[in-house]
């Protein structure tokens, strides 16, 4: 079946714009999780999705970040007067449930670069 | 993250049975023994996971001491396509988000 799919695959932009990252996860995993990967460095947690419960936000660099996901499907990330630092690989992950040993499955990721 | 410690990196010949070793030695009870493995300009790929008894599937078998300080992954034969990074992670049975937090993890080098 499909699997995890995101878009933009690259994103060019200008310090100080807006930018709005997508998630489509596999059908029926309840849970969506964002993370993030500067080059060369490892996976750092951004935010969480578990059903219709409130979203775990603790990964969230700054105020700039902000994600939601309609009808517990389809993920959007966005990123406020995007920074140079904010370059990176931002990487969807759905799985099954979020708690537990199930595995998450990840989508190819969105390089955003900043300029 | 000091929660697992891994080799910063292995080669192997194509063909040839791989171990990566992994050590957890703070591991609780309820931890559970994920493996990821990223390949170069990829997403993170799910490998296997366990808890206490060894685990087979048909990516890789995962290999659990006794008193779950260590474990050891097992590609039987590797292939250039598992050239990747593989990450070694402890995650909770249950109650909280399985936030994945990878460290440097093990470069796999596989050649001809």
């Known amino acids: 079946g499909a699997g995890v799919s995101q878009s933009p695959s690259n994103k060019v932009t200008e310090k100080g714009k807006d930018v709005e990252l997508r998630c489509d996860p596999i059908?029926?995993?309840?849970?969506l999780y964002w993370y993030r990967q500067s080059l060369g460095q490892g996976l750092e947690f951004l935010i969480y999705?578990?059903?219709?419960?409130?979203?775990?936000k603790s990964g969230l660099p700054s105020d700039r970040f902000s994600a939601e996901r309609t009808g517990g499907s389809v993920s959007t990330l966005t990123i406020q007067r995007t920074q140079q630092e904010d370059s990176a690989v931002y990487l969807c992950?759905?799985?099954?449930?979020?708690?537990?040993?199930?595995?998450?499955?990840f989508g190819p990721g969105t390089r955003l670069t900043v300029t | 993250d000091a929660k697992t410690t891994q080799p910063n990196s292995m080669e192997s010949n194509e063909e040839e049975p791989v171990h990566l070793p992994c050590n957890h030695s703070?591991?609780?009870?309820?931890?559970?023994i994920h493996w990821y493995r990223q390949l170069p300009s990829q997403g993170p790929e799910y490998v296997i996971h366990?808890?206490?008894s060894n685990v087979n599937n048909r990516m890789a078998s995962l290999a659990i001491a006794e008193d779950r300080k260590s474990s050891t992954l097992i590609l039987h034969r590797a292939t250039l396509r598992d050239a990747a990074v593989y990450y070694c992670?402890?995650?909770?049975?249950?109650?909280?988000?399985?936030?994945?937090?990878f460290g440097t993890g093990t470069r796999l080098q596989v050649t001809l």
């Open positions: 992950a759905s799985s099954l449930v979020g708690h537990g040993p199930y595995e998450q499955y």
């Open positions: 059908s029926g995993h309840t849970a």
């Open positions: 999705f578990q059903g219709n419960s409130a979203p775990d």
């Open positions: 703070t591991i609780s009870g309820t931890d559970y």
């Open positions: 366990g808890l206490t």
């Open positions: 992670i402890r995650l909770p049975l249950g109650g909280t988000a399985s936030k994945l937090t």
